[in-house]
T-cell receptor, first 111, second 111 residues
Framework: GENVEQHPSTLSVQEGDSAVIKCTYS??????FPWYKQELGKRPQLIID?????GEKKDQRIAVTLNKTAKHFSLHITETQPEDSAVYFC??????????FGTGTSLTVIP | DAGVIQSPRHEVTEMGQEVTLRCKPI?????LFWYRQTMMRGLELLIY????????DSGMPEDRFSAKMPNASFSTLKIQPSEPRDSAVYFC?????????FGSGTRLTVV
């Protein structure tokens, strides 16, 4: 089955700096890559996703890049704010049903 | 849309008791997923349904766990008998292809 690895497990940045979280996947058939943000005690919420026919997608301060050849994808958050502090999960999916989640990155934005 | 609705939000029970967690998916979503989240194991898919039919229950840890989806608007996850190691946050999620929308979760504590 698919194996998704996520790094780093924890990340601290100063407010205003950028944060980058990276994920690798093993199955080249994976074609859908969502990112979820989970604040403490709350549900995971989709923040951005990308499909394999696209190399990059942006939504305001958030962007995701995908390198199909290397089988990795990354989340980029620019101009970080304290409210960006949360756990971020990447996932890879082939069928759209079975999601393989990474182990999460705990991001702390220091004011 | 009220989103995915789970109940109860918190459940504390004694070891050996039966526990039933409930989920109402988003209307129109044809896939429903049950996840378990712990610090040690992250987000684990327990089972998912397509059009009310269980498709993959390979993530169900033991025979003590069972899940049903009698109709498109309701699902249950039952643990009988419960054990302390079942303590976790259980999330229900639904989708209509692609990304998941998660419920608020049920925090289960088995003492």
């Amino acid at each position: 089955g698919e194996n998704v690895e996520q790094h780093p497990s924890t990340l601290s940045v100063q407010e205003g700096d950028s944060a980058v979280i990276k994920c690798t996947y093993s199955d080249s058939a994976s074609n859908y890559f969502p990112w979820y943000k989970q604040e403490l005690g709350k549900r995971p919420q989709l923040i951005i996703d990308i499909r394999s026919n696209v190399g990059e997608k942006k939504d305001q301060r958030i962007a995701v890049t995908l390198n199909k050849t290397a089988k990795h994808f990354s989340l980029h958050i620019t101009e970080t704010q304290p409210e960006d502090s949360a756990v971020y999960f990447c996932a890879a999916s082939i069928t759209g049903n079975q999601f393989y989640f990474g182990t999460g990155t705990s991001l702390t934005v220091i004011p | 849309d009220a989103g995915v609705i789970q109940s109860p939000r918190h459940e504390v029970t004694e070891m050996g008791q039966e526990v039933t967690l409930r989920c109402k998916p988003i209307s129109g979503h044809n896939s429903l997923f049950w996840y378990r989240q712990t610090m040690m194991r992250g987000l684990e898919l327990l089972i998912y349904f397509n059009n009310n039919v269980p498709i993959d229950d390979s993530g169900m840890p033991e025979d003590r766990f069972s899940a049903k989806m009698p109709n498109a608007s309701f699902s249950t996850l039952k643990i009988q008998p419960s054990e302390p190691r079942d303590s976790a946050v259980y999330f229900c999620a639904s989708s209509r292809g692609g990304s998941r929308t998660f419920g608020s979760g049920t925090r289960l504590t088995v003492v």
